[in-house]
Nanobody, 123 residues
Framework: QVQLVESGGGSVQAGGSLRLSCAASGYTTTSSLCMGWFRQAPGKEREGVAAMYSDGWTNYRDSVQGRFTITKDNTKNTLLLQMNSLKPEDTAMYYC????????????????WGQGTQVTVSS
């Protein structure tokens, strides 16, 4: 069974940085694997932040382009999200997700989700 465990969230001031980690386990097939980061603020819908396909292709939502970087440490089976120049509007619960097949920032296509880690950015 696929398990995803996020860590690294916290509280920072605007302009600060955080690095989120997602430890993945419970699967052996890595071809066609897409992993992504999503976030959900109170009262808002879950939205895709960044996604990474097994061939290294990445995609970012416009508002984080140039500030966030998604990478994967294949030796540790860990998905990372480096977040720089954080803004108060980045405040949300951040989730790691995985799916096999196509790769996008649409949350509906992902079957496996972590529990989330909270990121709070104060002005």
């Amino acid at each position: 069974q696929v398990q995803l465990v996020e860590s690294g969230g916290g509280s920072v001031q605007a302009g600060g940085s955080l690095r989120l980690s997602c430890a993945a386990s419970g699967y052996t097939t890595t071809s066609s694997l897409c992993m992504g980061w999503f976030r959900q603020a109170p009262g808002k819908e879950r939205e895709g932040v960044a996604a990474m396909y097994s061939d290294g292709w990445t995609n970012y939502r416009d508002s984080v382009q140039g500030r966030f970087t998604i990478t994967k440490d294949n030796t540790k089976n860990t998905l990372l999200l480096q977040m720089n120049s954080l803004k108060p509007e980045d405040t949300a619960m951040y989730y790691c997700a995985a799916r096999w097949g196509s790769c996008s920032l649409a949350a509906g296509g992902y079957k496996h989700w972590g529990q989330g880690t909270q990121v709070t950015v104060s002005s």
